[in-house]
């Protein structure tokens, strides 16, 4: 088998992510790595001895249904694997049969179930885009107050409810709770008339830490395995009420969206880029000299259910780029840890919502209707504050290198009705 790999294709052989799949409904999940329109299994390539090298020998890390075991190897495993697969590959990208059993590794992609890439223990959500936080702020405090005077000291962050992250494709159900209508004395109960998305990066933690050790950020970097696309929803009346004191609750745990495909720190690498100037300077602990944004292409797109039945392609509603987040992911695992606090392999660090410094390039709907004053106008005369029943989203994410992409796949849902 010769590999046809577009120049387009978001799964190149500079990105290989790693994922978790079940090839039929009868075969247990298993380890892949997205490569073209295939997914090469690692379980298989293990179990016949193709990565016999001295960070991998031991087990077979591959045959199990998530990433996390091999996450809590490390770099040098992580850096094992990467390179073991591209040398694996490399014959099929120059016009020459791949061999024999790394041929028989290959499944497409549209045959097999993509399942979540990881058994996520526990799930934070930073809140690190200036220009999502000045919007908001904004926006519920007036401009002068857009920022609490905590924001440029540190990372603030939520934790969020692991048990309802979701793998891309599984449909969102419109959650329930309490709102105050404008200048209602009470609250009502119901579906909230305010669903909104949050374009995101995640990364997942590798080996982690022990419970009163904290990770410095001149460590960081071992303890970042790989990045995927999250859609943390939000019910934005239910949240107007219920987040003060201590933060949102019923207005976010319902759903948080991931991509399925992990893409490795390395792969990432010729994307570096210097992040914004922070004023005033961090705190010794949160004090990093190392380029840590990422030119990351970043898109979110709506389609009405009225829009598939006219045929109509999704709508790019918004653009923006992970180089704008004003906190970096090694300070945010820093901060997180300096008490303490134990993160374990596979647990889940999101970016907060992306925004960037152009109306168009904001991360949510909150912001690009602002708190929907101004509709977005669809192409079959529709209009959106926010999303409604049969609304599918879908966010993407590309690196775009010389000739080739680095891409992140999507993480995209179809919003349903609420449960009676």
Known sequence: MILDL?????????????????PSATEPARVGVA?????????????????????????NVFALPSLNAFMALGRPAWDEARGRVQTLLAPGLNGRPLAPGVAEALRPIDCVELLLPAAIG???????????????????????????????HLPVAYHGRAGTVVRSGAEIIRPRGQMLPPGAPTPVFGPTAELDFELEVGFFAGPGNRPGEPISIRSAANHIFGLVLVNDWSARDIQRWEYRPLGPFLSKNFATTISPWVVPLAALE????????????????????????????????????????AGMPPLVITRTNFRHLYWSMPQQLAHHTINGCAVRP?????????????????????ELTWGGAQPLELPTGETRRFLEDGDRLALTGWCQGDGYQVGFGEAAATVRAANR
Do not use: C
């Open 6 to 22: 577009a120049a387009d294709s978001p799964f190149s052989i500079h990105t290989l992510p790693y994922g978790v799949f079940r």
């Open 35 to 59: 490569i073209g329109t295939a997914v090469l299994d690692l379980a298989a390539l293990a179990a016949t001895g193709h990565f016999d090298g001295p960070a991998l020998r031991g087990g």
């Open 122 to 152: 526990d799930y934070t959500d930073f809140y690190s885009s200036r220009e999502h936080a000045t919007n908001v702020g904004s926006m519920f405090r007036g401009p002068d107050q857009a920022l609490l005077p905590n924001w440029l």
């Open 270 to 309: 010729p994307f570096r880029r210097p992040g914004p100037p922070q004023s005033p300077e961090p705190l010794d602990y949160l004090r990093d000299d190392s380029d840590w944004a990422f030119d990351i292409h970043l898109a979110a797109t709506l389609q009405s259910e009225a829009m598939r039945v």
């Open 346 to 366: 596979g647990d889940l660090l999101a970016s907060g919502t992306i925004s960037g410094p152009m109306p168009d390039s904001r991360g949510s709907l909150l």
